[in-house]
């Protein structure tokens, strides 16, 4: 790139070179219900396939990007100026891209600020991502909004409709995906805590985000990640202060292995959790999940605390909910609800220390409202020691 | 938190005249704030000395107040309405800083009114550098090194530990006057002298100079349970050093990372908590370093401002509206989003297009200031542009501008523009910088270098650079084949091109890009701007064009079904002197009007800072240039029938004839009658005709016949170009030299129009009348009497209602011409006639057939709202259908001052002129005219003194009758002081004189007294010679010294007459809506 742009400073050469970007095929972005939109690839061409969903943030493609969240799903960027800011090896939140394809209006040529390393373009090509430029994102918001989210394919091959349609109708619908045996760590690994040791934390990881992992280890815990399917006996083994389950990408409801060991462990060791983390001790409790029309993807959403009776702008990125109706208010209290739609968006048990947020209290990207939450789960802890202690 | 009940009456002080630094946003916040509280049951009285705002209008307050902003006008206010509260925080810097004095001076202790939304502590600490500064750096944010000071030698001191280039920033100003960046110990001896004098506490701050770091700005908002959300954030093209509204600015912004962002987004959230506003809009301006991201805090508003108006505009999430509603209690998830209705205001806008907002300058008003942009702002106007990316709202921008470019165009030839000027026109920021940009590329620099000597990001630079490279491949594509293919062609509207631009691109007509551009099926699509990027369906119908797949207009439109005829109303772009908040209040009078008829009412306009691009003023607002093809783009969609030219300023009426060629039902007054009035000729024989009398005049177009036409003519002659607003350009000479020399500036400015010459009637009276017609009857609303004699520009002159010395005769004369020139012309709707009186004799100087400047004022004068009368006469209403009040029997006397911005240029000189200089103007209304008179200085912020010291040099024309006034005011106990010549006239007249000099030897000059605030009131006319150059450093030392300096005979002679009336008369002050009652009672 670097070299690129040296070439540019020559004027003559520069202004001679086709405006048409190198690289550049025409695809298609076809949905399920026969709708179709049409825009440019970056260097990678072929096939993709997956849920489209948009996303509301008009900064963070590189967190969303890298959020294992996103497995299985097309992102559409609803801001139209996408990788201004280039990208750079910090705002990572895993070490791969997890999207399986990438929709925007205009992708930078020319990105500015001092932490970049690369451009974004050229991230996406070198991780081989379909990414599709042109499109009139507004329109596709409009019509997922209208119609839900829906399975979507890119190609730069075929233009077939009735041959895409029976492509897009062979694919699985994300109901009844996992994907969190993709995403999960294959071999538990130990986060590194910064200062003095506080806690030793266990954390599911169905998919973990590394900016929960950053904030547990700046708060002093030194964090285990475990893969999804590890037994209770096993994270139990390392005597945990607090259990910690993860985001991640699918469907709540078949992730049964990890619900199992929620389960197993509820009233045994505190527990927080986020996102799918929030779903799985929903469904841990009693609960059930349902799938959003279109989810909620983006960073503005404001998000009340029914304890604290604040509300904070939150970070949001999940296609299914808790389903307020199948909890049991015996044992279950709603603690965080949506302003938008009243969705539940965070759940503490009446008995045991256990709490879990449906949004993003890490953020990245987003605001940094919620990041106290994390301290409530350190103060669980501390209580939950105490209380034991006496 | 519900709202408060436990206030009923609620005070509202706006922000007065319109200046550099506060224009109509305020007007906009105003309105809003005073219809929410009205919405909420509040009882609502408002304070302003502008009568040409929507706020003032007798529906908008319960009690509404033309008086001058000062804290004894407001404590006769006070006394009489007993507010229970003030809410400071919308009225701009004007309404905080009166709030804050208000507050020290114990008047609203001793009324016990509360002040709303920022209490007094948390205002000082915002507004107070140190405490601020403290503030800041308590929370753990950067802010730039910087010192305090007093007097000059303790700057001089400070400076040493700061280095140059330094900062200096005077405390409790608006738009940074006082201010500047000083590069060496001498300027900054000037910059500290000047900022200490301008400041409200005398306190400067010597600031390590960041000039270059990257800006931005958080629009921040905040309620009572500290529910803190940010509605937008700006990022200037202009780096540090260039004042943010003279600066290029992006929303969102462009080039930070999440993390950083959320970074600021933190440290605004902990700035506002620490500062302590309670509840409200303020913004935050930060510095960013290119470099390494090191952020430091510039400053805060902890009010509404232009910036919160933009960001308003920006997202459609209304700060001033819900400011007003936090203010009284309510909490933000209490408040509803009124654009997706189910949603709460609690939340973040989130956009999915690119805002762009460009400053229009008027540099050209004022030929010896030079257009160079520091931190002190200069701007009169601006513009805002929607695209879906940058590069689209740039060019809409630059065109809706009016600047005569048709986008990122080629005006000017960059093949004959040397790099020297290149280098000079990036690195010292200026009006033009944007177009020098596109230069250096195009003179092949690399973006790189035209970032590093600009320090704007490389991010625009490439922008830029992309519009260029396409702009090239057109040219080639459209050089060989002649035309340019679908694909090309898109793209070219993608990236903002306009069609005229490719009409210049591709050597054709704009009319057959038009065409061709269609044929291919490329055709504009309207997007909604709704707070969520569609996330939630959006309710309001606001919307810009882009060239996209799917145009959300005509969705909505075929879902609405609705039956009701349509109408469009052209607004009248970015503010500039000549055209300003007067035209946009007439086009929302117009909306507001149609709307009460029954029509469904279209707004075009792309000034941020309006009332009329409120969402809710028509049933659909369309944020677009004012152009030819912008505006046909709407037409197409909405096929309205019928569309509005007359109400939005010369902009709308320019584009007149080519909009009815196209097609588009022009409803009033006919296009041919408006061209019967601008076009010389036909009007002469028009004039010849109805036997009425005008100047002797001439339409020429070369040098020679010019000259030929002035001596016929005779001098002294008044010279300009054609179809220009505001007098732009305009002069009298007195010699065929001074004709040529003139001749030879207007060159660049007329470009083959016509110039117009006119016999320049001296020692004449000037007249404004304001009239409607509907084919039939005319009313005549408003004889207005100029103080000032014919030869200063109407807009800068002060006027009275009802006339106060014509005779009834006179009166009678222009009534009767008006009434026959209306029939003439067929007028339907509102006209405007300048007449001259001499002696006896009336001429008509000139006749436009649209609202005029004067029309709120009249309005605001007599209770009959003139503009909306006017829009439902063009939509088929008769003048007997209304009940209308004769102007002549109004019980009180209206005078309307001009206000003026010569502190903003230095090196202008004062002296008034057949050119438009002001930027505002304000109301006095009393019993008499000298009272009247004396309130609409004292609005004007030229305070006539009622003792003291009077200076008086005049020229030798004015020597005579200058000599009365001496006395008049010799009689009110005043010390007369004058120079040499002009005090031997008076002591000849009986008059006690000190004979001062001018300002050369000896401690009693002229200059040292202003200097040291010894003369109270100066009187100057000029007389046009070089030995007045001396006058005129005089002249500038009173604008800096803010002391009242009078240059003409009859201004001196109002001046006598309010100076005698504040001596006296007590004032008294009266609500509109009960000076309406009592004059309908009559």
Redesign the interface.
């Known amino acids: 790139m670097i070299l690129l742009?040296r070439n540019?400073?020559n004027?003559?050469f520069?202004?001679n070179i086709?405006?048409k970007k190198q690289g550049m095929k025409e695809a298609i972005l076809y949905l399920q219900d026969g709708t179709s939109?049409r825009g440019r690839t970056l260097k990678e061409t072929g096939e993709t396939a997956g849920e489209a969903v948009?996303n509301?943030?008009?900064?963070?493609y590189?967190?969303v990007l890298t959020d294992p969240s996103y497995t299985g799903q097309i992102v559409v960027m609803?801001?139209?100026?996408i990788g201004?800011?280039g990208v750079?090896d910090?705002?990572v939140e895993s070490d791969d891209i997890h999207v399986k394809g990438f929709v925007v209006?205009?992708f930078?040529?020319?990105?500015?600020?001092?932490?970049a390393k690369k451009s974004l373009t050229e991230y996406l090509n070198d991780n081989k991502i379909i990414a599709l430029e042109g499109v009139?994102?507004?329109?596709l918001?409009?019509h997922l909004?209208i119609s839900g989210a829906m399975k979507a394919l890119i190609s730069t091959e075929d233009f077939d409709p009735k041959s895409l349609q029976r492509k897009i109708d062979e694919m699985p619908s994300m109901e009844g995906m996992d994907f969190v045996k993709d995403v999960s760590t294959l071999k538990k690994y130990v986060w590194k805590h910064q200062g003095p040791r506080r806690y030793k934390i266990a954390a599911i990881d169905c998919g973990i985000k590394y900016n929960i992992l950053r904030i547990l280890a700046g708060l002093g815990c030194e964090v285990h990640v475990f893969p999804a399917k590890a037994k209770s006996k096993e994270i139990m083994s390392i005597k945990p202060d607090g259990l910690f389950l993860s985001n991640g990408p699918g469907d709540p409801a078949v992730v049964t292995y990890v619900i199992d060991t929620v389960r197993e462990l509820l009233g045994k060791v505190p527990i927080f959790g986020i996102c799918l983390g929030n779903q799985i001790l929903g469904l841990a409790l009693g609960g059930k999940t349902y799938k959003l029309k279109f989810g909620h993807h983006?960073?503005?959403?404001?998000v009340?605390d029914l304890e604290g009776?604040?509300?904070a702008?939150t970070s949001q990125n999940h296609g299914f909910c808790v389903d307020i109706k199948s909890l049991n208010l015996n044992d279950v209290e709603i603690i965080h609800m949506n302003?938008?739609d009243q969705s539940v968006e965070g759940i503490r048990h009446k008995k045991f220390p256990a709490f879990s947020i449906q949004y993003h209290p890490e953020?990245?990207?987003?605001?940094?409202d919620a990041k106290y939450l994390f301290n409530k789960f350190i103060e669980m802890i501390d209580n939950h020691k105490n209380a034991k202690a006496n | 938190m519900p709202k408060r009940t436990d206030i009923k009456k609620i005070m509202i002080i706006g922000a007065g005249p319109i200046v550099i630094g506060q224009a109509c946003e305020f007007d906009y916040s105003g309105s809003q704030a005073c219809k929410a509280l009205k919405e909420e049951g509040y009882e609502v009285v408002l304070i302003n000395s502008n009568p040409a705002t929507i706020m003032t209008d007798p529906g908008i307050a319960d009690a509404t107040y033309i008086e001058p902003l000062t804290t004894e006008f407001l404590e006769y206010i006070i006394r009489k309405e007993r507010p229970n509260a003030i809410l400071p925080t919308l009225g701009g810097q004007t309404g905080l800083n009166l709030a804050m004095k208000l507050h020290e001076q114990g008047i609203l202790a001793k009324y016990n009114v509360e002040m709303l939304g920022a209490k007094y502590e948390v205002i000082r600490k915002s507004e107070d550098r140190s405490e601020f500064k403290a503030a800041a750096i308590k929370v753990g944010l950067e802010v730039p090194k910087s010192v305090f000071a007093y007097n000059v030698e303790e700057a001089k001191y400070a400076v040493t530990g700061i280095g140059f280039p330094c900062i200096v920033r005077a405390s409790f100003t608006l738009g940074g006057t006082g201010g500047g960046i000083a590069h060496d110990m001498q300027e900054f001896e000037r910059i500290a002298a000047l900022g200490i004098e301008s400041s409200m506490i005398h306190e400067i701050l010597i600031e390590e100079s960041i000039e270059g770091w990257k800006e931005y700005e958080l629009e921040v908002m905040r309620d009572y349970n500290d529910n803190v959300v940010i509605v937008c954030s700006i990022e200037n093209l202009d780096p540090m050093g260039v004042h943010t509204g003279d600066s290029i600015t992006v929303a969102p912004a462009q080039t930070l990372t999440d993390a950083e962002y959320q970074n600021m987004r933190d440290a605004s959230i902990r700035l506002i908590r620490e500062i302590g506003v309670e509840t409200g809009g303020s913004n935050i301006q930060f510095a960013v370093d290119p470099k390494d991201g090191r952020m430091v805090v510039i400053e805060m508003n902890p009010r509404v401002s232009r910036s919160s108006a933009l960001a308003s505009k920006a997202t459609g999430f209304p700060i001033a509206k819900f400011a007003a509603k936090l203010a009284v209690g309510y909490s933000l998830d209490e408040i509803q989003n009124d654009i997706t209705r189910e949603t709460p205001a609690c939340f973040e806008p989130t956009i999915d297009y690119v805002v762009v907002k460009i400053p229009r300058f008027t540099f050209e008003k004022f030929p010896e200031a030079k257009d160079i942009l520091s931190i002190q702002m200069k701007s009169v106007g601006e513009t805002m542009a929607i695209g879906r990316n940058f590069k689209e709202a740039l060019q809409k921008g630059l065109r809706g501008l009016e600047i005569d470019h048709i986008g990122l165009d080629n005006k000017q030839d960059w093949r004959y523009i040397d790099d020297v000027k290149i280098r000079q026109r990036l690195q010292e920021p200026n009006a033009s910088r944007i177009f020098y940009l596109k230069y250096a590329l195009q003179k092949g620099m690399s973006i790189d270098q035209v970032s590093e000597i600009s320090k704007i990001d490389v991010w625009f630079i490439d922008q830029i650079a992309q519009i260029l490279e396409l702009e090239d491949h057109l040219k080639s594509v459209g050089d060989s084949s002649g035309t340019l293919g679908p694909e090309l062609l898109r793209r070219a509207k993608e990236y903002g091109f306009s069609d005229a631009q490719l009409a210049e691109i591709l050597n054709k007509s704009e009319k057959d890009v038009r065409a061709m551009r269609k044929d291919l099926g490329i055709v504009v699509t309207f997007k909604l701007v709704d707070t969520c990027a569609a996330e939630f369906e959006a309710y309001t119908p606001y919307y810009y064009s882009t060239y996209e797949t799917e145009d959300e207009a005509i969705i909505n439109n075929q879902k609405s079904k609705s039956k009701k005829k349509k109408i469009m109303i052209l607004g009248g772009g970015p503010n500039r002197i000549g055209q300003g908040i007067e035209f946009d209040y007439c086009c929302c009078h117009a909306a507001f009007a149609l709307k009460e008829m029954g029509f469904e009412t279209i707004m075009i306009n792309s000034n941020p800072e309006t009332v009329s691009t409120d969402y809710d003023t028509s049933d659909r607002l369309y944020f677009e240039p004012l152009t030819f093809e912008d505006v046909m783009n709407v037409f197409e969609v909405e096929k309205p029938d019928g569309v509005i030219v007359q109400f939005g300023g010369q902009t709308p009426l320019n584009l007149a004839r080519r909009l009815s060629q196209a097609g588009v039902p022009i409803i009033g007054t006919t296009v041919d009658s408006i061209d019967l009035a601008e076009n010389r000729e036909h009007f002469s024989k028009l004039m010849d005709k109805l036997g009425l009398k005008q100047p002797a005049n001439a339409s020429t177009v070369t040098k020679e016949e010019t000259l030929i036409a002035a001596g016929r003519i005779g001098y002294p002659v008044l010279v300009r170009p054609s179809y220009v607003l505001g007098g732009r350009a305009m002069r009298i000479v007195y010699d065929e030299e001074s004709i040529k020399s003139f001749l030879d500036e207007l060159h660049s400015v007329s470009r083959g129009h016509p110039v117009l010459i006119d016999k320049f009637l001296e020692d004449a009276q000037e007249v404004d009348v304001d009239a409607i017609c509907d084919g039939k009857d005319v009313y005549v609303a408003g004889v207005m009497e100029h103080i000032e004699n014919a030869g200063i520009h109407s807009g800068d002159s002060a006027c009275v209602l009802p006339p106060h010395t014509l005779s009834e005769e006179v009166i009678e004369d222009i009534k009767n011409q008006t009434v026959r020139l209306a029939h003439a012309l067929k007028v339907v709707g509102l006209m405007n006639i300048q007449f001259a009186v001499k002696g006896r004799q009336v001429y008509v100087l000139e006749v436009n057939p649209r609202a005029s400047r004067t029309t709120p004022f009249v309005s605001k004068a007599t209770g009959m709202p003139l503009a909306k009368i006017a829009a439902q006469i063009m939509a088929g209403k008769k003048l007997s259908d209304f009940e209308l009040v004769n102007p002549e029997e109004l019980k009180y006397i209206c005078v309307k001052e001009s206000v003026l911005p010569f502190s903003r240029f230095s090196g202008v000189d004062i002296i008034l002129g057949p050119e438009m200089k002001s930027t505002g103007e304000v109301m006095g209304i009393a019993s008499s005219f000298g009272a009247a008179f004396a309130k609409s200085q004292m609005a004007a912020n030229q305070a006539l003194p009622k003792q003291g010291v009077i200076f008086i040099s005049v020229n030798d024309f004015d020597k005579r009758d200058v000599a009365f006034i001496a006395k008049k005011l010799a009689d009110l106990q005043f010390k007369i002081m004058a120079t040499r010549g002009t005090a031997k006239a008076l002591r000849s007249a009986g008059i006690d004189v000190i004979i001062v000099d001018k300002h050369y030897e000896g401690e009693n000059n002229a200059l040292t007294l202003v200097q040291k605030g010894e003369i109270n009131l100066i009187i100057n006319t000029p007389s046009g010679k070089k030995s007045q150059s001396d006058m005129r450093v005089i002249r500038a030392a009173a604008i800096l010294h803010n002391i009242p300096c009078i240059t003409t005979l009859q201004g001196a002679w109002a001046a006598v007459n309010g100076i005698e009336a504040s001596i006296k008369e007590e004032f008294t002050v009266e609500s509109l809506q009960v000076l309406y009652r009592s004059k309908i009672e009559v």
């Open positions: 742009f540019r400073c004027w003559a520069f202004r086709s405006i939109f948009f509301t943030a008009m900064t963070g590189q967190e609803t801001y139209p100026l201004n800011y750079n910090e705002d209006k205009e930078c040529r020319r990105h500015s600020n001092w932490r009139d994102t507004r329109a918001t409009r909004r983006g960073a503005n959403h404001p009340k009776n604040s509300i702008v302003l938008n953020s990245a990207p987003g605001p940094h």
